[in-house]
């Protein structure tokens, strides 16, 4: 069964730098998405992705967050300088439309120090 | 916005017992209403899902029902089984037209099933 994979599982930095979190969406799907979890919380929409641009964003998606799908198959956020409050779990998910099944992958745990 | 929110934070129940999870929901946009299980270190499973157009749906063990009118969905688990202990969370959507499918999530029910 095809599913949405996520590397790396867990990842930690120091505050101010830059992190790349990497997703591979299931193939045939047209819309990306990166939601946040922080620990014992709700998940929160950050941005969708569709047709190479960004469709739709949160507040929490400032100007410190990108996006990117520079190939067939990768899909990454960027956290450009990261914060002690980046700390979550974050979620990438994929869905062949609107209104369609969302599938979540298995998450990046970032640890900001 | 949508705001999602979701009752009970935590529920308890024994083994073959019912669980019943109920969600609002504020936008009356809204017209797909998925649940997720979420297990610990794992990110979150879709169980089943809901659109507006059907009041009901069932699957084995679990079952939603949605009042349109009433903007709440719930999710009914029969049964209960230990391996149904998880975190679930209910959302909602907007399909179609300017809407790229963002879900809102509720804030989350805790699932304990005693053996």
Not at chain 1, 69 to 90: H, Q, V
Not at chain 2, 40 to 54: A, E, F, H
Request: glycine share 8%; proline share 4%.
């Amino acid at each position: 069964e095809p599913e949405v994979t996520q590397t790396p599982s867990h990842q930690v930095t120091q505050m101010g730098q830059e992190v790349i979190l990497r997703c591979v969406p299931i193939s045939n799907h047209l819309y990306f998405y990166w939601y946040r979890q922080i620990l014992g919380q709700k998940v929160e929409f950050l941005v969708s992705f569709y047709n190479n641009e960004i469709s739709e964003k949160s507040e929490i998606f400032d100007d410190q967050f990108s996006v990117e799908r520079p190939d067939g198959s990768n899909f990454t956020l960027k956290i450009r300088s990261t914060k002690l409050e980046d700390s979550a779990m974050y979620f990438c998910a994929s869905s062949e439309g609107t209104g369609r099944e969302q599938y979540f992958g298995p998450g990046t745990r970032l640890t900001v120090t | 916005g949508e705001n999602v929110e979701q009752h009970p934070s935590t529920l308890s129940v024994q083994e073959g017992d019912s669980a019943v999870i109920k969600c609002t929901y504020s936008d009356s946009a809204s017209n797909y209403f998925p649940w997720y299980k979420q297990e610990l270190g794992k990110g979150p499973q879709l169980i089943i899902d809901i659109r507006s157009n059907v009041g009901e749906k069932k699957d084995q063990r679990i079952a939603v029902t949605l009042n349109k009118t009433a903007k709440h969905f719930s999710l009914h688990i029969t049964e209960t089984q230990p391996e149904d202990s998880a975190v679930y969370f209910c959302a909602a959507s907007m399909g179609g037209g300017t809407s790229y499918g963002k879900l809102t999530f509720g804030q989350g029910t805790i699932l304990t099933v005693h053996p």
